[in-house]
C-alpha cells in the first residue's frame, strides 16, 4: 500500500476541537458510546426487520400489500446498517465491547462481510477520505466518474441519469460480487495483501451460505421462485439506493475536495482539515432523517469523532462548526435532503463533462 502521510496530524485546530469535545463530555457527565436512544432504535429496526421478513416469506399476501412491504423492508435493512452495524464497527455503540460485536455483526446476517467492511470504511475510507486510488467508496470505474482524476468515458456524460441504477445494484453487487473480489484478490482500495486468519475464513463462508439458505433458497421453496425474484428485486433495488444515496450525499457533491498526494507522497492539509473539507453534513435539522441514517447527516462530526456515538453529534456539532470558524475552515452542509440530492446530481454532471 502506498505510503501517504498528512501534512501534521495535530493540528491547532484539531487539539482546539477535541479539548472542547472532551470538555462537553466531562461537563455533562456523558458517555461518549451510545445510550438508551441506541437501544431502543436497534429494537425498533431489529423487530421491524424480523416482523418483514416473517411476513413476506411465510404469510401469502396480495401483491398491492406484498410490494410496499418490501420497499418497507429496504428501508429497514438499510436503516439496520446506519444505526447498528456501523456504530458497532467503530466501537461506538455500546461501552461493552460483546454489544458492539454484535451490532457489527448484524452485517453479516444481512449477507455481507464485515471483515472487509471494517477495512474498506473503518481504515481506508475514514483515513484517506476522497483520494483517489485510496479511498474505495470513490473507486466505481468504469460506471461512474466521481472525481476529476478518473477517467472519463463518453457515456459518463449520462450518469446524472442512470446513476440510480448503478445504486440499486449495489446491495445484490456487494453480497453476491464485490465481497467475492475482496476475498480473492485480497486487496481492498490500495491496501493489499491483507491478512485473513482460519477464523475469518469460516466466518465469510459461513455468512454466505446461511445468507443464501434464508433469503434465498427458503423464499424460493415458500413462494416458488416468480414470486420470489419480483420481491426481493425490489427489496435488494430499494436497499441499494437508501445505501448508497446515504453515503454519497457526505461525500460527492458541489465544493468538496478529492485530494491527491503531492510527489513527497504528502497531502496538503493535516487529517482533521482534510477531513472537514472532504465531507459535508445534510438536513441536520430533520429529526427523521437523523433518526433513519443513525446520524450518518451528521457525516463532519462523524468522520473527525468515528469513536463518538451518532445519538451525540446534534449536541457537538455546535462545537464543531465554532471550532471551525475560529480557525477560518470551511464547514460544508446542505439544508435538507432534497438540496442534497440535487447537489449529488449536480456533481456527477460536472464529473461526466469532458
Known sequence: MQEIKFNGNQSDFYIDLRKRVNEYFKDTNKEKTGDYRIIVKALFFSISFITSYILLVFVDMPVWLSIPLCVYAGIIT??????????????SFSQNKS????AELSLNFLG???????????VVHHT?????????DIGNEPMLRLCETQKRYAFHALQQYYFVFIYGL????????LDFIKYFSRKVGNKDNIHINASTHVGFWSTKVIYSLLFVALPIWQLGFVKFI??????MFVTGITISLVFQLAHCVENMAFDHPMKDGKIANDWATHQVATTSNFATQSKLVSF?????????????FPKISHVHYPEISKIVKNVCAKHGISYFEQKT??????????????????
Do not use: R
Open 128 to 136: 484517506y477520505t476522497n483520494i483517489d486510488g485510496m479511498d474505495d
Open 99 to 102: 454489544l458492539n460485536k454484535m
Open 78 to 91: 438499510a436503516g439496520i446498517g446506519f444505526n447498528m452495524m456501523h456504530d458497532g464497527s467503530h466501537g
Open 230 to 235: 419480483t420481491g426481493y428485486s425490489v427489496y
Open 170 to 177: 449495489l446491495y445484490l453487487g456487494w453480497i453476491f460480487l
Open 337 to 354: 435532503l432534497l438540496n442534497a440530492i440535487v447537489s449529488h446530481v449536480k456533481h456527477l454532471k460536472e464529473m461526466g463533462k469532458k
Open 292 to 304: 433513519f441514517t443513525g446520524g450518518l447527516n451528521f457525516q463532519i462530526e462523524h468522520h473527525l
Open 112 to 122: 455481507c462481510s464485515s471483515f472487509f467492511w471494517n477495512v474498506k470504511h473503518v
